[in-house]
């Protein structure tokens, strides 16, 4: 079967370090270097995924209409090896503004201005000649804009990777105050309308769960299909329990309300004996979430560590923790939540504890698999980890379900192969 040349657009380049560009690049194991693009908005990119990079960056496309020069371009070899040594801030990180709808229509703007393709974009495009156009959709309707023009000019295949529900979010997600707020149905009209045109065009659509994929597909006729985040993790080996040690553990985003939920487990194992603690891992997000952690006596935050660190971390662990926000906005912004940290948890052969809303798409995929200890509500948290905790022979429960599932759904081999094989399909 022959290999396409593939031409991903995203907001985040490859990387072994943020969530979504370890997920996309995992995707392209083994896919031959020559055959693969990228362009991207943010991120320091690894040469070991492929070697034809194109960054243009929020400041870079400000600077091009604001300075009338070009800015932003191809990556060079060279250059991907000098960012390792000599990081600059504009290229690793996101942009710093506020989101907002006002900020975010400001920012569609100044793309759509179309000042930054003096960078050389559609030279490089016309060089490269893609066979398939890759969009790890976002809330950026100039990125679907774009995808849909460059695959239209190189009448190439357009493929979407979704993983969010932008497109059905009727409420201001920013959580806009003032005016801010009042100018986001204007913004999510101008986001829904890319997004359709996208869609409406588009070859295939990959989407990271069922629930997302069903709500897209009743919405559109396309065709589609599903990807679990994958892991390469095959199962640690069975840990011996210890009456004077239980390790909880949690690793991962601080954010979305996920803190709050945290302290709820910190304060009950606490309670439960107060020699044990939940072991926390991440960046700290803002001085709210910080005072939150200061002041549980069951938490001990631990910092950021590397995504090496946390396998290491799970393998040390009694108990690993995966939580969601329960506030009202969060039952309606995270419905699709499906973390990658799941996968990871579902195949390390640890007792694993979801803690979030019934209603959201992860915690329905634990419930009616049964591969997880999930409690959607306090009173059921408590009595779960009296359980766990208390109870020894009962905390390997899901572990042999979880390890069937993991393998079915999450291997990484397996979600390799079959988007790898999707792709070829598609030229073939």
Not at 5 to 26: A, D, I, M, P, Y
Request: glycine residues 6%.
């Amino acid at each position: 079967m022959m290999t396409p040349k593939v031409l991903v657009l995203s907001n985040e380049c490859f990387s072994n370090v943020t969530s979504n560009g370890r997920t996309l690049g995992n995707f392209f194991k083994a896919w031959p270097k020559e055959k693969l693009a990228q362009f991207f908005l943010s991120g320091l990119p690894e040469s070991e995924f492929c070697n034809n990079y194109f960054q243009v960056s929020d400041r870079n496309a400000l600077n091009a209409v604001m300075k009338k020069g070009a800015y932003g371009g191809r990556v060079s070899i060279e250059e991907l090896e000098n960012r390792k040594t000599n990081v600059d801030g504009d290229n690793i990180s996101k942009s710093k503004i506020n989101r907002n709808a006002i900020t975010m229509l400001a920012r569609e703007i100044i793309w759509e201005l179309g000042c930054w393709k003096k960078s050389g974009y559609w030279r490089w495009v016309s060089n490269y000649k893609p066979d398939i156009v890759l969009l790890q959709a976002g809330d950026c309707a100039f990125m679907f804009k774009l995808a849909l023009e460059t695959a239209r000019r190189c009448q190439a295949q357009l493929v979407i990777y979704n993983t969010e529900g932008y497109y059905f979010k009727k409420f201001d997600y920013f959580r806009g105050i003032g005016v801010a707020h009042y100018v986001y149905p204007i913004f999510h009209y101008i986001l829904k309308r890319a997004i359709r045109k996208a869609y409406r065009y588009s070859d295939f659509a990959i989407f990271n769960c069922e629930a997302l994929e069903k709500d897209f597909c009743d919405e559109f006729s396309i065709t589609s299909n599903v990807i679990y985040t994958a892991t390469d993790i095959q199962g640690f080996e069975t840990k011996q329990s210890n009456k004077n040690s239980f390790i909880v553990s949690y690793a991962g985003n601080l954010g979305v309300g996920r803190s709050t939920s945290l302290v709820d487990i910190a304060n009950i194992i606490h309670k439960i004996n107060p020699n044990y603690y939940l072991d926390v891992y991440g960046t700290i997000p803002n001085e709210r979430v910080e005072k939150e952690f200061n002041e549980c006596p069951g938490l001990r935050f631990q910092g950021r560590v590397s995504y090496e660190g946390v396998k290491n971390i799970m393998q040390g662990s009694d108990l690993l923790i995966h939580t969601e926000g329960f506030e009202p906005y969060y039952l309606e912004d995270l419905k699709y939540a499906f973390s990658t940290k799941i996968a990871d948890c579902l195949a390390s052969n640890r007792c694993f504890l979801m803690y979030a809303p019934k209603e959201f798409a992860e915690t329905k995929y634990l419930l009616q698999n049964e591969v997880a200890f999930v409690a959607t509500s306090k009173d059921e948290l408590e009595n779960i980890l009296q359980e766990v905790i208390l109870k020894a022979e009962i905390r390997m429960k899901y572990c042999k379900n979880a390890k069937k599932i993991a393998e079915l759904n999450h291997n990484q081999k397996n979600s390799v192969v079959k988007f790898q094989q999707i792709l070829c399909k598609l030229i073939s």
